[in-house]
């Protein structure tokens, strides 16, 4: 059983019958970038300007007209061709932008 209150949690426990009384506190969440653990394995920020070719094939992809895409230019993104917002991890240090455009 948790019993919110404010900013603390207060947890109980039962020991031999008994409730023991726990309590924790949360500090305020630093606001720097955690160190990348897998720096020597992936390194994001040693890129190509163009950034990852997706596929080199042909496709069609129906479009709207009036309405406004981001053509993904990184090549992380989930949803090629089109951008997802994977380039503002801060952690991948991706240098390029999606590329928008209106139909």
């Not at 506190?25 to 040693?46: C, F, G, M, T, W």
């Not at 503002?88 to 240090?93: A, D, I």
Request: with cysteine.
């Amino acid at each position: 059983m948790a019993i919110n209150l404010t900013r603390r949690k207060i947890n109980f426990r039962p020991v031999l019958n008994l409730y023991a009384l726990e309590r924790v506190n949360y500090s305020k969440k630093s606001n720097e970038i955690p160190k990348n653990v897998i720096q020597d394995l992936i390194s994001a920020d040693a890129q190509k300007e163009n950034g990852i070719i997706y596929d080199k094939k042909p496709f069609r992809m129906p479009l709207e007209a009036g309405k406004r895409y981001s053509w993904c230019l990184c090549g992380r993104s989930k949803k090629q061709p089109l951008c997802d917002g994977t380039h503002k991890n801060q952690q991948l240090k991706i240098k390029q932008k999606p590329i928008r455009f209106e139909v």
